[in-house]
């Protein structure tokens, strides 16, 4: 399969890409990215749920890193 066609339909905004693992490459272009969400357990997931796009995948990394800071300045609660 050529490296340009999609493999994938993103399930947050619907966009297609090419995850490199299906389409037989050694690696994906997602391996750049920081680890930032744990890798579900096999059969945890609907078959169909997929990976995310390039875009939706820094945006939800993103996202975390931000909430991750807010709870990181709030103080300690209080029994």
Do not use: K
Request: negative net charge; hydrophobic residues 45%; glycine residues 6%.
């Amino acid at each position: 399969m050529p490296m340009s066609a999609a493999t994938n339909t993103c399930p947050r905004c619907g966009a297609a890409f090419t995850c490199g693992m299906r389409a037989g490459e050694p690696a994906c272009w997602c391996a750049a990215f920081p680890a930032a969400f744990a890798v579900p357990e096999a059969g945890a997931l609907a078959a169909d749920a997929g990976c995310y796009c390039p875009r939706c995948l820094a945006a939800l990394i993103e996202e975390r890193r931000v909430r991750l800071a807010q709870e990181d300045d709030q103080p300690p609660e209080l029994p």
